[in-house]
């Protein structure tokens, strides 16, 4: 059992600038001991405040997953306001596992990377800063989506992206295309499209070609300057 198509295909839209930003909020919020006080939308950790928004919950004994906007003890919340937009986002773009107040995940042959997998697509669809998983008891896991402007979203580097875009052409294996067109995207930068490869002219006069072999996988990344 997988995830659907539309889940899918949106997962890999995300996946490459979401390993970026995972990483640069790894570095600025690190783990370790925390607190939150939802009903302030206020998250705490390594001396560090931030206004959060709450994401979802997983529920490791019963294998589930429940949207933030569906949790009955925030409904209409602020803290939840983010994860509704998720909702609708699923409603628009037909992706039963967005739109849907719960996830069974016990269909599943792994349902904790199935559970990390929604709180990453939720934070793509948010264009979010990043997402936090934490333990919230025995068997519970909570994942808050970070909504504050001191946490950084990292510029586009060319000596990075090579790395980015294999890392995210790896996670959910369907589409490295869509991965590199996705990270492009997110980034603002137009791209040209043949059968086999990719190109984009970056920001300080760098074009990256991304060629694809007869399989689709990600043949070859080269990153060239050029004039001004």
Same mark, same amino acid.
Request: overall charge negative; proline content about 8%; charged content about 15%.
């Given at each position: 059992?997988?995830?659907?198509? *539309?889940?899918? +295909?949106? @997962? $890999?839209?995300?996946?490459?600038? #979401? =390993?970026?930003? &995972?990483?640069?909020? %790894?570095?600025? /919020?690190?783990?370790?001991?925390?607190?939150?006080?939802?009903?302030?939308?206020?998250?705490?950790?390594?001396?560090?405040?931030?206004?959060?928004?709450?994401?979802?919950?997983?529920?490791?004994?019963?294998?589930?997953?429940?949207?933030?906007?569906?949790?009955?003890?925030?409904?209409?919340?602020?803290?939840?306001? *983010?994860?509704? +937009?998720? @909702? $609708?986002?699923?409603?628009?773009? #037909? =992706?039963?596992? &967005?739109?849907?107040? %719960?996830?069974? /995940?016990?269909?599943?042959?792994?349902?904790?990377?199935?559970?990390?997998?929604?709180?990453?697509?939720?934070?793509?669809?948010?264009?979010?800063?990043?997402?936090?998983?934490?333990?919230?008891?025995?068997?519970?896991?909570?994942?808050?989506?970070?909504?504050?402007?001191?946490?950084?979203?990292?510029?586009?580097?060319?000596?990075?992206?090579?790395?980015?875009?294999?890392?995210?052409? #790896?996670?959910?294996?369907?589409?490295?295309?869509?991965?590199?067109?996705?990270?492009?995207?997110?980034?603002?930068?137009?791209?040209?499209?043949?059968?086999?490869?990719?190109?984009?002219?970056?920001?300080?006069?760098?074009?990256?070609?991304?060629?694809?072999?007869?399989?689709?996988?990600?043949?070859?990344?080269?990153?060239?300057?050029?004039?001004?």
């Amino acid at each position: 059992m997988t995830f659907s198509e *539309a889940f899918l +295909r949106t @997962a $890999e839209h995300h996946a490459a600038w #979401g =390993v970026e930003q &995972l990483e640069a909020l %790894g570095r600025v /919020l690190p783990g370790g001991p925390w607190t939150a006080d939802l009903e302030q939308c206020r998250y705490e950790s390594a001396g560090r405040t931030v206004r959060v928004g709450l994401l979802g919950t997983y529920d490791r004994a019963a294998r589930s997953w429940l949207w933030g906007w569906a949790n009955p003890g925030f409904q209409g919340a602020p803290v939840v306001a *983010a994860s509704a +937009r998720i @909702a $609708e986002f699923g409603r628009l773009h #037909g =992706v039963p596992e &967005l739109r849907e107040a %719960g996830v069974d /995940l016990s269909v599943f042959a792994d349902p904790d990377r199935a559970a990390e997998s929604l709180a990453f697509v939720g934070m793509g669809v948010l264009g979010a800063a990043g997402y936090i998983g934490q333990p919230a008891g025995p068997s519970t896991r909570v994942y808050f989506t970070p909504d504050d402007p001191q946490l950084p979203h990292p510029a586009l580097d060319p000596v990075t992206l090579p790395r980015f875009l294999l890392t995210g052409a #790896g996670l959910f294996g369907r589409s490295p295309r869509e991965v590199v067109s996705g990270y492009f995207a997110h980034h603002g930068v137009p791209v040209a499209q043949t059968p086999d490869s990719l190109s984009a002219r970056l920001p300080g006069g760098t074009t990256a070609v991304v060629a694809f072999d007869p399989l689709g996988r990600i043949a070859s990344i080269n990153a060239t300057a050029t004039g001004a």
